[in-house]
């Protein structure tokens, strides 16, 4: 079952290997804790696996980090609970595109 998640991207990786496609997104999200000497500024990130469609509805020139929705599949394997994010879904505060005219 798919949940419905609000993320924080810092960015995301699409490798093609022998012809299997390897995708993946690194999110992460704002802790109280501070520790500048990490450089991390107060976020915990972490790396999930995606769709490769996650990867192409991501614009690669977006000035990172950005806060998208995203849907997500939780499963727990090994007796660890993982996340895999299926889809972008598209920002219900944003604008729709207007529909081109036809002549």
């Known amino acids: 079952m798919a949940t419905i ?3 924080t ?3 995301f990786k699409k490798t ?3 012809g299997v496609v390897y995708a993946s997104i690194y999110v992460g999200f704002q802790t109280d804790e501070t520790d500048h000497a990490e450089g991390m500024g107060g976020y915990q ?3 999930m696996s995606c769709d490769p469609h996650v990867c ?3 614009d690669p020139r ?3 980090p950005i806060n998208v929705r995203l849907s997500v599949r939780q499963k727990i394997k090994s007796g660890t609970m993982t996340e895999f ?3 972008v879904l598209p920002d219900a505060s944003a604008p729709a595109p ?3 005219k036809t002549a």
Do not use: W
């Open 98 to 100: 207007a529909p081109k």
């Open 56 to 58: 192409d509805a991501l």
């Open 9 to 11: 991207v810092f960015g």
């Open 62 to 64: 977006a000035a990172y």
């Open 5 to 7: 998640s609000e993320r």
């Open 85 to 87: 994010a299926l889809k």
């Open 45 to 47: 990130i972490t790396r």
């Open 16 to 18: 093609i290997v022998d």
